[in-house]
């Protein structure tokens, strides 16, 4: 039983009979062997496994959990248990009501998103400021889902952003439009996926006699709500105010702050021996931790005995020395590199650390930067291989044809509704048997002063521009071509896909699928696009070696690709494994460069926390855009409790490039690291100031 190997109050956890139970578990207390302890004691309690409710921040860590109960109840057991993320089980029910649904991630919908807002515009209404990009826009639409249950999104804008008032009503419309276009072609988002499934729980009985949630302490409004909505009959949460970070991404710490407030007869455990640092990590963790408010009363204890390095701070005269000198500092030592993470708060920090490793030839990988899924090529072959699977796709069709020279992501929305028309409801009956007799398949545009619509539609132009370019006859008769904006360039790139599209016809497996998109002269075109774009001069000019190299990395990700398509054999269940678990999917070896953010939930021996300078980290930029010092400081706490044995601080005085000299970090101060000088009180002074003010 997982829970013979509990100590007492990880075991007074696990058994508890309350029906609500909050489980303060901070950095190293076993929090994961709490939560296994916790199923198996319902499991020998007569629940089933299938009436088990696990909630987690990551489907790896839901994997973690459901294997560990395995060891002890099998693999049959431990597989009924419903376990994963939020959106993970939220589509997994909505595909169980038989909701037809397509997932798309955010990228994919802010497309979507952009061809409605460049229809716009806002020169009309003569307003001093600036409207919000598309781009921006969707984000603050996004953040508002997560975030507000009672307003409009009119009403929230012209409530949190008044200078923004006069183009409220054209902001909402697009959002309505946007709307209206997910619902007609099945689109959700991860919002969506919860939105969706809390009404579901309103109307259903779901059968969970337990819900169990993990790293509570990051679960936002909506979140929050969604658990109200399920209404289980006994709820286990574990979390730790001091490591909520996510207030960024619409996380509200006053949730588990309130958990008391909310469940009146609800226990709260506290969790307090660190079986991870040294006592000399803790210490400084603890330093520090404490200037922010104690929600719940907590003291921790070490576990762990014998002789412990104390902290170290590294400091430098000049940023890039700290870079250089932290990569050799790591050359040397003796700790493997697999077991060494360098942790940054700033995009930046890790460029300068990862050129200094890789000028010493020191293996690393970075997690928090754009990772494998997120870069664009592969976000291109997804595309493709989705619009093959399921053609009504729009957001993929969108998403190729803006690499197209001239096609934007509204004039790429028209060409697909274009090809419906063509093909009477299927882009691909459009593309390859056309009903000629429809002349103009152009949807005609609104008119509307008052939302910033407008009409901007040329006539229908001539084809034979197209005539020496080589294309098949049958393509050559496709009324698309008229489109009065589709340049030679643009209308290659069309035919290229259309000689894909039938080369692709009847394929079955997904790794030659891969192969033969990877391999097609649409994909090489975006593939020389974007090497391009990335090797190109201050002065306009492309470095070939840059861009060979570019390509070549392109190359690699393609065989990387078709290497993990090689197992699968269904379309469905490669593209699903892709989209839902890309995130926590990692990729090469050595060193690991981590964010904050990407470090959570991981222990290495020897642990570097990079540019402790004021302004960098706390970051006061982030802090000014509606964050806090008090987030950066639970940030802080995130990054030195990742050391298990040995911990480095490091900090630089001055940017050369820049020509700007730094003070030490507020933490260093906190931690006892720097004397506590005239500009650390001053530092202070300025702090009060903005709170008075």
């Not at 959990?65 to 395995?70: K, L, Y």
């Not at 690991?592 to 402790?612: F, I, P, R, T």
């Not at 000088?677 to 009060?688: C, N, P, T, V």
Request: aromatic share 12%; net charge neutral.
């Amino acid at each position: 039983m997982p829970l013979s190997r509990l100590n007492l109050e990880q075991y007074a956890a696990a058994t508890s009979s309350s029906s609500q139970n909050l489980i303060i578990a901070s950095a190293g207390t076993g929090k994961t062997s709490t939560i296994v302890g916790r199923i198996g004691y319902l499991l020998s309690n007569g629940i089933e496994p299938e009436e088990i409710l696990l909630l987690t921040f990551t489907n790896k860590a839901a994997a973690e959990m459901v294997e560990r109960v395995a060891e002890y109840f099998g693999k049959n057991v431990a597989g009924k248990i419903d376990a994963g993320t939020f959106h993970a089980v939220s589509y997994r029910w909505l595909k169980k009501q038989d909701k037809k649904v397509v997932l798309k991630q955010q990228r994919e919908l802010k497309t979507l998103f952009r061809s409605v807002y460049e229809k716009r515009s806002f020169d009309h209404i003569g307003a001093e400021i600036t409207p919000y990009g598309g781009n921006y826009l969707y984000d603050l639409y996004s953040f508002y889902q997560n975030t507000e249950l009672d307003n409009n999104f009119e009403d929230w804008i012209i409530a949190r952003y008044t200078e923004h008032e006069l183009f409220a009503l054209i902001y909402a419309d697009i959002v309505d439009e946007f709307e209206d276009l997910k619902k007609e072609y099945g689109f959700v988002n991860f919002n969506d996926l919860l939105l969706n499934f809390r009404d579901i729980c309103k109307n259903k009985d779901l059968g969970y006699k337990e819900l169990l949630v993990d790293e509570y302490q990051d679960t936002n409004a909506l979140q929050g709500t969604l658990i109200e909505a399920m209404n289980p009959p006994s709820l286990f949460c574990v979390g730790d105010y001091d490591q909520s970070i996510y207030a960024f991404n619409g996380a509200d710490i006053s949730i588990i702050g309130s958990f008391s407030t909310k469940y009146p007869k609800a226990k709260v455990h506290t969790l307090t021996k660190n079986y991870r640092s040294t006592s000399e990590i803790l210490s400084l963790a603890t330093k520090v931790i404490e200037h922010n408010e104690r929600i719940y009363p907590k003291q921790l204890e070490v576990t762990r005995s014998g002789d412990a390095n104390k902290p170290k701070l590294l400091a430098y005269d000049e940023l890039f020395d700290q870079y250089h000198a932290m990569a050799a500092q790591i050359r040397d030592t003796e700790t493997p590199k697999e077991d060494i993470a360098v942790i940054f708060r700033n995009n930046s920090s890790a460029d300068g650390i990862e050129v200094g490793l890789r000028e010493l030839g020191i293996a690393c990988k970075r997690k928090g930067g754009t990772s494998f899924f997120d870069s664009r090529e592969v976000k291109a072959i997804l595309d493709f291989y989705t619009l093959l699977v399921n053609e009504s796709d729009m957001m993929s069709f969108i998403h190729l044809f803006e690499f197209a020279r001239g096609i934007g992501s509204a004039m790429a929305k028209e060409m697909y509704i274009a090809f419906k028309t063509l093909g009477h409801g299927s882009i691909f009956y459009g593309l390859y048997a056309a009903d000629e007799s429809i002349k103009n398949p152009f949807e005609k545009r609104k008119l509307n002063r008052q939302l910033g619509l407008f009409d901007d539609f040329l006539e229908l132009g001539a084809v034979g521009k197209f005539a020496k370019l080589g294309f098949e006859a049958r393509f050559m008769k496709n009324p698309i071509l008229k489109h009065p904006k589709l340049t030679k360039d643009s209308a290659t790139f069309l035919h290229d896909f259309y000689l894909l599209y039938r080369d692709l016809k009847g394929i079955k497996q997904p790794r030659t699928i891969v192969k033969k998109i990877a391999s097609s002269n649409v994909f090489k075109y975006i593939a020389e696009l974007l090497s391009n774009k990335r090797a190109l001069l201050k002065d306009g000019s492309v470095d070939e070696k840059q861009k060979e190299e570019s390509l070549s990395r392109i190359s690699r990700k393609m065989i990387l690709l078709e290497a993990l398509s090689k197992p699968y054999s269904e379309h469905e269940r490669f593209l699903n494994a892709m989209i839902l678990g890309s995130s926590d999917l990692t990729q090469g070896e050595g060193v690991n460069l981590l964010s904050v953010h990407a470090s959570k939930g991981l222990e290495y021996k020897e642990v570097y926390v990079v540019d402790l300078m004021d302004g960098r980290f706390p970051n006061r930029k982030l802090m000014q855009k509606g964050g806090s010092l008090d987030e950066e400081r639970r940030l802080f706490y995130v990054a030195v409790t990742r050391a298990r044995d040995i911990l480095y601080l490091s900090f630089a005085k001055y940017d050369k490039i820049k020509k700007i000299n730094f003070m030490p970090s507020q933490f260093l101060y906190e931690a006892g690291l720097v004397p506590k000088d005239e500009a650390y009180r001053a530092l202070l002074q300025k702090e009060l100031d903005k709170d008075g003010e």
